[in-house]
């Protein structure tokens, strides 16, 4: 039963050698299999597409590379949270991420390419619900100063992982994958982005608040 | 009223912090943040950065989600047997 170990138990039991050792790592594997059954069963529409016998293949394989994470990372664990809490963690950010990728393998991202120019992407959806309405002029005015940052201060690479992921919903993941980069340094594009269009925002004299209250 | 890419955006613009913690730190972090949540209920205002970085980013949003079902249910002895789970997968 997991729970019954203390976080002192746990790291002993997991750094000593012989029987203990063993059982804690027959516990250990067992607990990060149903961390990522669990995560992948709140996540089924995601392998709505994949074989039954593929799902469960899937989640031994990631509870597998969970197991390798948490024995490299175990010098990490401060004892800030339970253990449990902190291994499932690792099983979820696997589980997750391959059940994203399975997901979104058969999109080429090449079709969601930034190519025309308008940079439209950004605001289509409120094109198609104000379609019949003169869209408000502040509100006009802001998606104006929006596009303006977009079109002349992000790069092309900013600018393209802010439309993958902001507008087009392609998970974090599977841009980091194409791009053959990692979550931090896509995170990090998406943040500069932000920041400069805020700040470019705050210049021009908007603000924030009211710039939200506008598109809510 | 449905929520539009742009709003959300828009949002997101406004809740922008000149430095954010990146999804490896907020890893690092939301165990403890979860831990504190169920037993203080008030995670958000211990570690304010993790928050914020949850409501940036869609992906480490929905692993802190799925790790704050299990965890309330470990709590709670009422996580589910594996035959259960592997049942549900199979659907
Ligand atoms: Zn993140």
Known sequence: MPGTRSNQEWLDALSNQGIQQEIALEELRRLLLRAALFTLVTHLADLHEMPEEERLA???ECAQEAMMTVLVRLGDFRGDSKFTTWAYKFGINIALSRARRW?????????LADDDGTLNWFQRDER???ADSEQPVRQREVVEVIREVLR???TARQRQTLK?????NVPMDVVVQRLDSNRNA???????ARLKIKQQLVRRGYDLAEVMDLFQ | ??????TKFVRRVHDTRDTEISCSVCLDLVSQYVDLEISTGDAAGKLPQVKQHLDQCQVCSEEYQVLRQLAVLEAEQRLPIDEELINQLKK
Do not use: G
Request: aromatic share 8%; hydrophobic share 45%.
């Open chain 1, 58 to 60: 899937l989640a031994e």
């Open chain 1, 103 to 111: 997901r979104w393998k058969q999109v080429s991202l090449d079709d």
């Open chain 1, 164 to 168: 993958l992921i902001a507008f087009d």
């Open chain 2, 1 to 6: 009223m449905v929520k539009t890419n742009l």
């Open chain 1, 186 to 192: 896509v995170y990090k594009l998406l943040h500069d």
């Open chain 1, 128 to 130: 198609l619900q104000t």
């Open chain 1, 152 to 154: 002349t201060q992000l």
